[in-house]
């Protein structure tokens, strides 16, 4: 049974850090890519990042561009998001999800990590 667990996730003013982990298990990922969606209540889902098995990674909003790194440990299984300079409009829950490499689908979501930043 494929599980993703997200962490990291917490109260932190603007301008500051926070890292993001997904931890995933039940089969192997090798042929999968892992990334990072939120979504902030009332809205659609966005997607934020996405990283393949050798490390080659895209982000999908501007806004996170130059801020946000996505980044994975194969051996862990484990993806994860560093945060910096995060914004009031940063926050949302942040969820990891998984899928195999050209489907264009996610097949895994994990459950979700809340992220709040003050101003």
């Known amino acids: 049974q494929v599980q993703l667990v997200e962490s990291g996730g917490g109260l932190v003013q603007a301008g500051g850090s926070l890292r993001l982990s997904c931890a995933a298990s039940g089969r192997t990922f090798r042929n999968y890519v892992m990334g990072w969606f939120r979504q902030r209540p009332g809205e659609e889902r966005e997607f934020v990042a996405v990283?393949?098995?050798?490390?080659?990674?895209?982000y999908g909003t501007n806004s996170v561009k130059g801020r946000f790194t996505i980044s994975r440990d194969n051996v862990k299984n484990t993806v994860y998001l560093q945060m910096n300079s995060l914004k009031p409009e940063d926050t949302a829950v942040y969820l990891c999800?998984?899928?195999?490499?050209?489907?264009?689908?996610?097949?895994?979501w994990g459950q979700g990590t809340q992220v709040t930043v003050s101003s």
């Open positions: 999800a998984t899928g195999p490499v050209g489907s264009g689908a996610w097949q895994y």
């Open positions: 990283i393949d098995w050798s490390g080659g990674s895209a």
